[in-house]
């Protein structure tokens, strides 16, 4: 996991842009909010290029999509 200290960083940019419809059109790309979305994207056929964490609730944030995840897989496979 990397951390990102500045607002000036390319990614940081990129994903600030993706807030409005023309930074998505220009970027071909969007932002999932929420970790019942994050997850239910991962096990679409969507492609996801980052996961982005706010520092104070990362771990926290891992934790709860992990634990999403491992119920999506195994309700998945009954």
């Not at 990397?2 to 023309?22: A, I, Y």
């Not at 930074?23 to 969007?30: L, P």
């Not at 926290?60 to 195994?74: A, F, G, I, V, Y």
């Amino acid at each position: 996991m990397r951390t990102l200290e500045s607002d000036q960083n390319h990614k940081f940019k990129v994903w600030k842009r993706l807030k409005s419809s023309r930074g998505r059109k220009k970027e071909d790309a969007f932002l999932v909010e929420s970790q019942k979305l994050v997850a239910e994207a991962l096990f679409s056929s969507l492609e996801a290029e980052s996961l982005i964490f706010r520092k104070s609730d990362a771990l926290s944030s891992q934790e709860k999509l992990t634990d999403q995840l491992k119920k999506r897989t195994s309700s998945d496979q009954n």
